[in-house]
């Protein structure tokens, strides 16, 4: 597991987009799962503005970890909150996109997700194995949309599982543990001080950290970065 302390949400910026550039170069074909909420807006805004001819993305899929159960035109609709910050700035071809239908049942999308992964991605042991997988964490520890009261989605046999937002009872699509930890790689992107606290019982492995989903990715690879804030490293 690797560190990367920055000082603020664009320095968390830039040190990924570079680290995801290096990663694409060397690539010919590169099946990227991309993470939700608002972290991630700041990181395509730079990838739009200072990485469009750095990087091949004809050769780059998009898939997502999680989306909200909601229409694709939806302010809560991860997909939207992509084609706002990156796709409406850079060109990617259609057939590139792998969004989760968030508009269908959720149950039946989990099952086809689950098939697309199968039939888009390598397999390792019969688990769709991503080139990257983006995450960011809440302040409960969840990560994806597995949330501590459903832990135990983590584990399950279907590559993609339907949760509930705790809070709201939203429904989401999630990618489950076993497609995370089989990736080749996995980068954490967290920032902000409400997540400090769990930053710090995850990383230092406190009492009862194993309760939070985030502290189960543990990519077989080896290969995990986490990103941080000063505010989110602030009790490391
Ligand atoms: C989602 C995300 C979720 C997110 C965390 C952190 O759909 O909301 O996939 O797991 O990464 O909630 O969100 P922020 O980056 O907005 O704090």
Request: hydrophobic fraction near 45%.
């Amino acid at each position: 597991m690797e560190l990367r302390k920055c000082k603020d949400k664009n320095e968390v910026a830039q040190a990924f987009a570079a680290y995801f550039a290096a990663l694409v170069a060397d690539a010919t074909v590169f099946h990227l799962a991309l993470s939700g909420g608002s972290t991630p807006k700041v990181v395509f805004d730079l990838l739009a503005s200072e990485y469009s001819s750095k990087i091949d993305w004809k050769k780059i899929h998009f898939y997502w970890g999680d989306e909200r159960c909601v229409s694709p035109i939806d302010e809560q609709s991860n997909y939207k909150m992509t084609v706002e910050h990156l796709f409406s700035k850079i060109p990617i071809p259609r057939e590139n996109i792998h969004r989760i239908l968030g508009e269908r049942d959720p149950t039946a999308e989990a099952m086809r997700y689950a098939n697309l992964l199968e039939i888009n991605l390598e397999r390792v042991a019969g688990i769709p194995q991503f080139d990257l997988v983006m995450l960011g964490m809440g302040d409960d520890g969840h990560t994806a949309s597995i949330f501590p009261h459903q832990i135990a989605l983590w584990e399950t046999k279907d590559h993609c599982v339907v949760a509930t937002h705790p809070d709201s009872g939203q429904k989401r699509v999630s990618i489950n543990g076993q497609v995370i930890n089989t990736a080749k790689a996995v980068a954490f992107l967290v920032t902000g001080a409400n997540k400090a606290e769990k930053v710090d019982e995850i990383l230092n492995r406190k009492k009862g950290f194993e309760k939070y989903p985030a502290a189960l990715v543990q990519p077989h690879s080896g290969a995990l970065l986490w990103f941080l804030d000063q505010e989110a490293a602030a009790l490391l």
